[in-house]
């Protein structure tokens, strides 16, 4: 047979060291202005136009070295897809569609329903509430990413050679449960600043 | 050190520069002292259709093309990048008005000049080839080397259209740089604290809003948005449009509208007339008509003006608005506003967009000039001038496959940095399947309909049941934004070279054989170009080699440095024959075998440096816990 098909795509885990691409301890704590400037130290050792009088070898070398840190940088740079990173490295997965966390799920009826509401009537007074409901989830959202920063201090407090499989595992299930939270409370985020935005321009000037 | 210099290949007008002992300076036509070259072409013939087909005389280029474009003889194509990188599923009427398209219903865009065909990317690279002559008349020596400006919001497609051009006019591109990146460049080339800045490009054809983060001399594109069919064009057309209506209704002749020739006059007067309301609170707009004596005259008041396109500048609104939301800040958080582009004078759009960030935008700098300096200075940083800026720019839109159902599926998302990779392994959904087809889209929508085709290739695997053959496939958008796609055969690991068939541009193939057919390019013999070319590469290529053997001496295995010394003996073989496709391949076997220890040595010099680094941070932080 000839036929040929569209292919399907097989999950490869992502198999790329970020610390030892950026040259960084290990660590999951960081600080974020520290990471920029190591960032741009080793863009201006690695990148494309510095080397772009070199000989090919060399330009693909940096070319592909540059591609790898600037999807180490991308994905440490923001907390939760640096722990999404993590998790996987450690052999955890987040799920396609994670159950909302109980303590969520109640704000996200709210928010849905103000939202619905503003939809339908949009007047000035549902604005408010949908705004109101909106500072809520950005509190949940920044309880969760402190909690993400003790998460991250309790990994970086595990001694080097693997002791306790217990902890590891606890610690894994807290990470999946923390990322969770955020990635509903981001995207409800989302949808309300969209709703929001909306809101903004229909206000007469 | 090379020569680069640094192109603007705008819609409307061009302009090539380069950076004089440090500085950056617009190369100006030495007979003239013109500036900018307008992008236009014109092909003139007494007898259009006659004996000698209008391709055979060597066409008008720059002010001349435009100045012969009211006559009634010949061809003039004007604003040639609206057509670079698409298919003829993108044209709209006021393309089908404008230029003289070959009707397919899809396929890229070609156009029919005195019976050849001819496509968009020759016509650039005439404008190109006119540049190359100006910089060589104004400087007495040889300009090969460039760096080209995009739009920022130009796709792959159009950007090889664009690399094309650069190779037919006989250039070296080095890179194709982002216009608003340029723009940014040239104006914080001297500042050194930290701020975020928007840079609002609107051109004669295209629009990009960029914001970018300035840090000491590092140039960090946060994100990019736009629209490739937006301009002062559209500005021009409206207002056209308007105008004629005007006459026809005036003198009762509706066939004006239809008049091929009339259309290009009135928007040639709108285009005039806008410039003068960018000063005047009104003005006359004047038409040349056919079969009347004298001009059609009207009165316009800027407030009529700014009734008319008022919708066409709003539509600028909505991806400044997009590229914000994709980094999560407000306009107010933007410490400057750089205006770029002529359309930006239109006081409707400074306006707008001083309501918008909330401040009054920069408009000290030379709007028409500030992207083929910023070319400039890339140029000299390609060309290892300086090291102290840099700049990091990022993927404008969202790159995915087709998967089953139609569907587009993600791999690279917008603003992502560049230079990026994604591999991803591939298999077969049913049995003894041959071959695995690919299609590659640019875009942000879920359904492959609603994206753009970028191109296709094909990946042979041995028949097996389904799910069994492994395709490890990498997806790598360079430094230019340009996508190539390197496959490995899991099971044989065999590296597969993937073709991409581009879905509206021309082939490597198609742009050699274009380069050898062009009848003037009777400066040089091409072949004996492309072979000299080969010759450099092959010498540059062994030079290294040996460096890399006696650096890299402990980093190779006896088997591996057997392996290297065959390819270079190989290649010294052919090097110095007359055939250049046994110098290419040879070049490669010995590119490849390289390749390893080139990453090993890179690896131990950063080593190094980051020891180096770490050394230095520990004694800082010990430092501090001391104080």
């Known amino acids: 047979m000839s036929d040929t098909a569209?292919?399907?795509?097989?999950?490869?885990?992502?198999?790329?060291?970020?610390?030892?691409?950026?040259?960084?301890?290990?660590?999951?704590?960081?600080?974020?202005?520290?990471?920029?400037?190591?960032?741009?130290?080793?863009?201006?050792?690695?990148?494309?136009?510095?080397?772009?009088m070199a000989p090919p070898s060399e330009r693909v070398a940096s070319l592909r070295r540059t591609a790898a840190i600037n999807d180490a940088y991308a994905t440490l740079r923001d907390p939760a897809s640096r722990g999404r990173w993590w998790l996987e490295r450690q052999g955890g997965r987040l799920g396609d569609n994670p159950t909302v966390p109980p303590d969520l799920?109640?704000?996200?009826?709210?928010?849905?329903?103000?939202?619905?509401?503003?939809?339908?009537?949009?007047?000035?007074?549902?604005?408010?509430?949908?705004?109101?409901?909106?500072?809520?989830?950005?509190?949940?959202?920044?309880?969760?990413m402190a909690a993400l920063e003790r998460n991250f201090a309790r990994w970086d407090m595990l001694p080097a050679d693997d002791a306790s499989p217990e902890a590891r595992r606890g610690l894994l299930a807290e990470l999946g449960g923390i990322l969770a939270g955020i990635s509903y409370a981001r995207t409800l985020l989302r949808d309300t600043d969209r709703v929001l935005e909306k809101a903004g321009e229909a206000r007469p000037r | 050190?090379?020569?680069?210099?640094?192109?603007?290949?705008?819609?409307?007008?061009?302009?090539?520069?380069h950076v004089v002992d440090g500085v950056p300076r617009v190369i100006a036509d030495p007979d003239t002292g013109a500036a900018l070259l307008p992008s236009v072409v014109h092909y003139g013939n007494a007898a259009a259709g006659g004996a000698a087909p209008l391709v055979g005389q060597a066409p008008l280029v720059g002010q001349a093309a435009r100045d012969a474009e009211a006559q009634a003889a010949g061809v003039t194509i004007a604003s040639v990048k609206r057509l670079m990188g698409i298919g003829m599923e993108?044209?709209?009427?006021?393309?089908?008005?404008?230029?003289?398209?070959?009707?397919?219903?899809?396929?890229?865009?070609?156009?029919?000049?005195?019976?050849?065909?001819?496509?968009?990317?020759?016509?650039?690279?005439?404008?190109?080839?006119?540049?190359?002559?100006?910089?060589?008349?104004?400087?007495?020596?040889?300009?090969?080397?460039?760096?080209i400006t995009v739009p920022a919001y130009f796709n792959d497609s159009q950007r090889q259209a664009t690399r094309d051009a650069g190779r037919l006019a006989g250039l070296k591109v080095h890179r194709l740089l982002n216009e608003p990146t340029a723009a940014s460049l040239a104006y914080g080339l001297d500042k050194r604290d930290e701020s975020v800045i928007a840079v609002y490009d609107l051109g004669g054809g295209t629009f990009d809003i960029s914001i970018l983060h300035l840090q000491g001399g590092?140039?960090?594109?946060?994100?990019?948005?736009?629209?490739?069919?937006?301009?002062?064009?559209?500005?021009?057309?409206?207002?056209?449009?308007?105008?004629?209506?005007?006459?026809?209704?005036?003198?009762d002749r509706l066939e004006?509208?239809?008049?091929?020739?009339?259309?290009t006059l009135a928007r040639r007067a709108a285009e005039d007339?806008?410039?003068?309301?960018?000063?005047?609170?009104?003005?006359?707009?004047?038409?040349?008509?056919?079969?009347?004596?004298?001009?059609?005259r009207v009165l316009v008041t800027r407030e009529e003006y700014e009734r008319l396109i008022a919708d066409i500048a709003e539509r600028t609104l909505d991806p400044c608005r997009q590229a914000l939301r994709d980094i999560g800040i407000d306009?107010?958080?933007?410490?400057?506003?750089?205006?770029?582009?002529?359309?930006?004078?239109?006081?409707?759009?400074?306006?707008?967009?001083?309501?918008?960030?909330?401040?009054?935008?920069?408009?000290?700098?030379?709007?028409?000039?500030?992207?083929?300096?910023?070319?400039?200075?890339?140029?000299?940083?390609?060309?290892?001038?300086?090291?102290?800026?840099?700049?990091?720019?990022?993927?404008?839109?969202?790159?995915?496959?087709?998967?089953?159902?139609?569907?587009?599926?993600?791999?690279?998302?917008?603003?992502?940095?560049?230079?990026?990779?994604?591999?991803?392994?591939?298999?077969?959904?049913?049995?003894?399947?041959?071959?695995?087809?690919?299609?590659?889209?640019?875009?942000?929508?879920?359904?492959?309909?609603?994206?753009?085709?970028?191109?296709?290739?094909?990946?042979?695997?041995?028949?097996?049941?389904?799910?069994?053959?492994?395709?490890?496939?990498?997806?790598?958008?360079?430094?230019?934004?340009?996508?190539?796609?390197?496959?490995?055969?899991?099971?044989?690991?065999?590296?597969?070279?993937?073709?991409?068939?581009?879905?509206?541009?021309?082939?490597?193939?198609?742009?050699?054989?274009?380069?050898?057919?062009?009848?003037d390019y009777a400066e040089q013999d091409v072949t004996a170009r492309l072979l000299a070319e080969s010759r450099v590469e092959a010498d540059s290529l062994l030079l290294y080699t040996g460096k890399a053997l006696r650096e890299g001496a402990d980093l190779v295995s006896d088997e591996e440095r057997r392996a290297i010394e065959e390819a270079r003996d190989a290649l010294r073989e052919v090097k110095d024959g007359h055939d250049r496709q046994a110098i290419l391949d040879a070049s490669a076997r010995l590119d490849a075998a390289t390749r390893s220890l080139a990453e090993r040595l890179m690896n131990r010099s950063v080593r190094q440096l980051l020891h180096e680094r770490s050394i230095e941070e520990a004694e800082a932080l010990g430092e501090r816990r001391r104080r």
């Open chain 2, 273 to 296: 007339a806008k410039v003068r309301l960018s000063d005047a609170t009104e003005t006359i707009m004047q038409v040349p008509i056919p079969g009347m004596d004298g001009d059609w």
């Open chain 2, 90 to 147: 993108h044209v709209d009427d006021d393309d089908r008005r404008q230029f003289p398209l070959v009707e397919d219903r899809e396929g890229p865009v070609r156009m029919t000049i005195g019976g050849e065909i001819v496509t968009p990317p020759e016509i650039s690279a005439l404008i190109l080839r006119e540049l190359k002559r100006r910089a060589e008349r104004a400087l007495g020596e040889e300009a090969v080397e460039v760096v």
């Open chain 1, 6 to 52: 569209a292919g399907e795509i097989v999950h490869d885990p992502d198999s790329r060291d970020h610390f030892e691409v950026l040259g960084l301890p290990r660590r999951l704590r960081m600080d974020l202005r520290q990471l920029a400037d190591h960032y741009y130290r080793l863009s201006r050792r690695y990148h494309p136009d510095f080397h772009q």
């Open chain 2, 218 to 251: 590092i140039f960090e594109v946060w994100a990019t948005n736009g629209d490739t069919r937006l301009g002062g064009d559209d500005f021009d057309r409206r207002f056209a449009q308007w105008a004629l209506e005007q006459v026809a209704k005036d003198l």
């Open chain 1, 105 to 144: 799920a109640e704000l996200v009826f709210e928010v849905q329903d103000a939202l619905a509401e503003y939809r339908e009537n949009g007047d000035e007074a549902l604005a408010d509430q949908v705004r109101a409901r909106r500072a809520e989830v950005q509190r949940v959202l920044d309880a969760r």
């Open chain 2, 256 to 263: 004006l509208l239809d008049d091929r020739r009339l259309w």
């Open chain 2, 1 to 17: 050190m090379a020569r680069i210099f640094g192109i603007d290949l705008g819609t409307t007008n061009s302009l090539i520069a």
């Open chain 2, 331 to 519: 306009p107010r958080d933007v410490d400057e506003v750089v205006m770029v582009g002529g359309s930006t004078r239109v006081p409707l759009v400074r306006r707008m967009m001083g309501e918008f960030f909330g401040r009054p935008p920069l408009v000290d700098i030379d709007p028409d000039q500030v992207v083929a300096l910023g070319a400039a200075v890339q140029a000299d940083i390609l060309a290892g001038g300086r090291t102290d800026v840099l700049l990091l720019d990022v993927v404008p839109l969202s790159l995915g496959i087709e998967t089953m159902g139609g569907v587009v599926t993600r791999l690279i998302h917008r603003n992502t940095k560049i230079p990026c990779s994604v591999t991803e392994t591939f298999t077969t959904p049913v049995d003894d399947v041959t071959a695995i087809d690919m299609h590659v889209l640019q875009g942000e929508r879920e359904l492959v309909r609603d994206n753009r085709s970028l191109a296709r290739f094909r990946l042979p695997v041995e028949p097996q049941p389904a799910g069994m053959p492994r395709v490890e496939v990498t997806f790598l958008i360079d430094a230019n934004g340009i996508l190539s796609v390197t496959a490995i055969d899991q099971m044989t690991g065999r590296e597969h070279t993937v073709e991409v068939k581009p879905s509206y541009g021309l082939t490597d193939e198609e742009v050699e054989q274009m380069l050898l057919d062009s009848f």
